[in-house]
């Protein structure tokens, strides 16, 4: 997804972000011509896209036009109907999971538990694997350590943030963010969108969907547009982080 | 692997700790089934130590149904399953992690219930009867390992409530029947439970060796 060719390869029949501009950036993931049938709906239809390192992208389109499945599929949620994708240099997302950060809409987090103790039981599922402590994953994301209040007692914008934490615990290589700007405030936002201008800049790759459009272009270097399962179009963005 | 296995069970057992939702359920039902039996029949003397082993063994598994049901609630609600899902540990872990806590929260159940199913039945046991601290454990662990995998593989279902009764019930038939019979026959002091005995470890090693082997799979289907 590395060029600024918009909707489709030329001569070929797939919706499709372009492929080749010669640059020497580490692919960190590529779908290709990946269709997802849920039942006889098609959620995607032939989707290609190529993600490079230390790049955002800012997935874009109207409910239902396939986003939060492709998504899924790259975070290896969700198995492609047709078609094939692959992470770091051509592995199966599901061997690559320590590697990638999701974050969905739903906190991902228990209610009965506190944000400490929430992070500190998703680090451990990550042996062997060097983790931010939760300390320092909540202090990224801007909420104090020492709150202990467990996670029901929390309004949405921290539950939002406590889950970004979590999603930062194993310091992923690739970020793939479901609307993660939803419920959050204005400055909230701008603090996230500050964050993962960081991350970018530490050759992270990012992927964010967003109804909000505006709120992403400050780190979006490539905006991609999903309609109907289908990719409408793809533009350069124009980051100012 | 050991790690992350006390990683979920520590995390189950503190949830519930806090909650006490599975405890509670469970703890009233089987109290209602208890009491509603002994009203009913009337339990004495003889009659009542041929009925106590089954009348133990269903209200144990109609509550502990209740609480199974509920056994992947938490991780479906806020869709924690997915992020479960994105960690390298494997599947397997979680889900023995889960079969203890239902096995501890079930076992804190029968603790309690024990005393008030003495006094309902008016019960002498007439057999070895520190067997039963045998016999209960296994049929329990039968009853759980199998419930916490069903209740994974009915988790998407629109009618899990249903269903997971539906799946679980004939194929813990044979547990149940090991079961009822080891406990009256603890009760009544009259036969060997050996045999049963036997049946239910073998029953628990079959289940729970293929539910370990399986659950992979059924953590990750669509």
Same mark, same amino acid.
């Given at each position: ?30 779908? &290709? ?47 492609? /109907? ?34 400490? &103790? ?22 990224? +994301? ?30 992923? &290589? ?68 | ?23 509670? /359920? ?6 209602? +089934? ?5 009203? /009913? ?11 106590? *082993? ?11 149904? /209740? ?48 005393? +008030? ?29 199998? *419930? ?73 289907? &669509?």
């Amino acid at each position: 997804m590395n060029a600024p060719t918009a909707a489709g390869i030329p001569g070929d029949s797939s919706s499709s972000s372009s492929l080749s501009t010669g640059e020497t950036t580490e692919v960190s993931a590529r779908a &290709e011509n990946v269709s997802k049938l849920f039942g006889t709906f098609a959620a995607l239809r032939q989707v290609s896209v190529e993600l490079l390192s230390g790049r955002c992208y800012v997935l874009v389109g109207e409910n239902g036009a396939g986003k939060s499945t492709l998504l899924r599929i790259l975070a290896g949620l969700l198995r492609p /109907s047709f078609g094939t994708v692959r992470v770091f240099g051509g592995i199966e997302p599901q061997e690559a999971r320590a590697r990638i950060g999701y974050m969905s809409h739903a906190p991902m987090l228990y209610d009965e538990l506190t944000a400490q &103790e929430n992070l500190n039981y998703f680090r451990n599922l990550y042996p062997g694997r060097q983790c931010l402590t939760p300390t320092e994953a909540l202090r990224q +994301v801007g909420l104090d350590p020492k709150l202990n209040r467990t996670l029901g007692q929390y309004s949405q914008g921290m539950r939002q943030r406590t889950s970004l934490a979590r999603v930062l615990l194993p310091v992923p &290589e690739l970020l793939l963010l479901d609307e993660p700007f939803s419920n959050m405030d204005l400055e909230s936002t701008r603090q996230m969108v500050e964050l993962l201008a960081g991350f970018r800049h530490s050759s992270r790759t990012i992927v964010i969907t967003t109804h909000q459009r505006e709120l992403a272009a400050p780190i979006a270097d490539w905006v991609l547009t999903l309609h109907a399962g289908r990719v409408k179009s793809f533009e350069p963005g124009n980051p100012t982080l | 692997m050991l790690s992350a296995l006390w990683t979920h069970l520590a995390k189950d057992l503190r949830i519930e700790w806090r909650s006490k939702e599975a405890i509670n /359920s469970m703890l009233f039902f089987a109290l209602l +089934v208890v009491v509603l039996f002994s009203l /009913s029949f009337d339990p004495q003397g003889a009659f009542a130590r041929q009925i106590s *082993g089954g009348v133990l063994t269903v209200a144990i598994m109609f509550a502990a149904v /209740s609480s199974l049901n509920q056994a992947w609630a938490r991780e479906i609600r806020h869709q924690v399953l997915d992020a479960q899902r994105m960690t390298p540990t494997p599947g397997a872990e979680m889900f023995l992690a889960k079969v203890i806590a239902n096995f501890l929260f079930v076992t804190v159940v029968q603790i309690v219930l024990a005393p +008030v199913f003495v006094i309902m039945y008016n019960l002498r046991i007439l057999g070895n009867g520190w067997l039963l601290a045998v016999v209960l454990p296994l049929g329990t662990w039968a009853l759980v390992a199998n *419930g916490t995998f069903f209740a994974a593989l009915s988790i998407r279902s629109r009618n899990r409530e249903l269903l997971l009764p539906l799946i679980l019930f004939p194929i813990f038939i044979p547990a149940l029947l090991a079961m009822v019979q080891s406990a009256t026959v603890i009760i009544t002091g009259q036969g060997d439970p050996t045999l049963w005995i036997k049946l239910l470890v073998g029953y628990d090693i079959i289940f729970t060796t293929i539910s370990l082997l399986l659950f992979e799979v059924v953590l990750h289907a &669509e």
